[in-house]
């Protein structure tokens, strides 16, 4: 057994130790319910992750196939209820870095192709303007830019944010310097599904497994139809077709947010987009231009 290996094992049996029941749960009815919201969805391209061992995350795969997946992060505009921020890509401090950064004992090269802080700019997006940052959860591909932040309402399951800032935030692949501006921001603990902006607009849902208080996003565009933002739900398509469960996660909470998921995408007809999925991402209208 490797050293990543033994690793991710490691964080796996910790993630044991968090678990949060939810207190709040979006029904399906009030998800099919339709909204007159006319909310704009962004799509900014927040990095690249170059995975060198596709095995890690679906014990299906071939050790060693490779795959150069998508880090993306999105703005959903609120016609008056303000801005909400969904995940934070990597670091813009690694647009620097010509060749990437090695992560993870090598299993993996990070690099940063434009920053965010620019494309927010190009869309009239000031970061201490920004209403909410929900992060899906915090890994360094989805935190790398949060303390940008730090002036929004955090969104985050409370299961997440007490590991987040305990000493055992490293053991969970977390990075504390990329969020250390969150700790004392005004925030709102989940305990489980989050009607936003009040209206139905965008819900976040609670899909713990990957981390202890990960989530999802359900978002009602009036034109596109209903979306869920997956965040490390499933990292590519193969994963969802064979539910295939990343070796750090807990296995029994990612099977319960499987299971909720599926649930939702059969009743209300919404698609998933597969956040780092790479022929998802070739599909998708990049910001400045919007969904809606």
């Not at 995350?57 to 999105?74: R, T």
């Not at 690099?111 to 190009?122: A, D, F, G, H, I």
Request: charged share 20%; proline share 4%.
């Amino acid at each position: 057994m490797n050293k990543l290996t033994k690793s991710l094992l490691k964080v796996s049996g910790l993630m044991l130790l968090s678990t949060v029941a939810a207190a709040e749960t979006a029904s399906i009815e009030s998800l099919q319910a339709k909204s007159a919201t006319q909310i704009k969805l962004y799509v900014l391209d927040c990095g690249a992750v170059q995975a060198r061992d596709l095995s890690v995350f679906n014990p299906k795969i071939d050790k060693g196939v490779q795959m150069d997946m998508a880090v993306p992060c999105y703005v959903v505009k609120h016609p008056n209820k303000g801005t909400l921020v969904w995940d934070a890509g990597l670091s813009d401090a690694m647009a620097s870095e010509k060749n990437g950064v090695e992560f993870y004992e090598g299993a993996f090269n990070l690099s940063v192709n434009k920053t965010m802080l620019s494309q927010l700019q190009e869309i009239g997006i000031e970061p201490e303007k920004v209403s909410y940052f929900a992060p899906s959860h915090l890994h360094v591909d989805h935190s790398g830019n949060a303390n940008y932040f730090a002036d929004s309402t955090l969104l985050i399951q409370q299961a997440e944010y007490q590991v987040a800032f305990s000493a055992d935030a490293a053991n969970y692949g977390f990075d504390i310097t990329n969020y250390s501006a969150l700790k004392d921001a005004k925030r709102i603990d989940l305990q489980g599904d989050h009607d936003v902006f009040g209206d139905g607009s965008a819900v976040i849902l609670s899909t713990p497994g990957h981390s202890p208080g990960h989530q999802s996003l359900y978002l009602k565009l009036p034109e596109t139809g209903p979306v869920i933002l997956s965040g490390d739900l499933y990292h590519f398509e193969k994963n969802r077709q064979d539910y295939g469960i990343p070796v750090w996660n807990d296995k029994k909470s990612t099977i319960n947010s499987f299971a909720k998921i599926d649930n939702i995408l059969d009743k209300p007809s919404a698609k998933l987009w597969i956040q780092h999925d790479p022929e998802e991402a070739k599909s998708m209208r990049m910001s400045p231009a919007f969904y809606q």
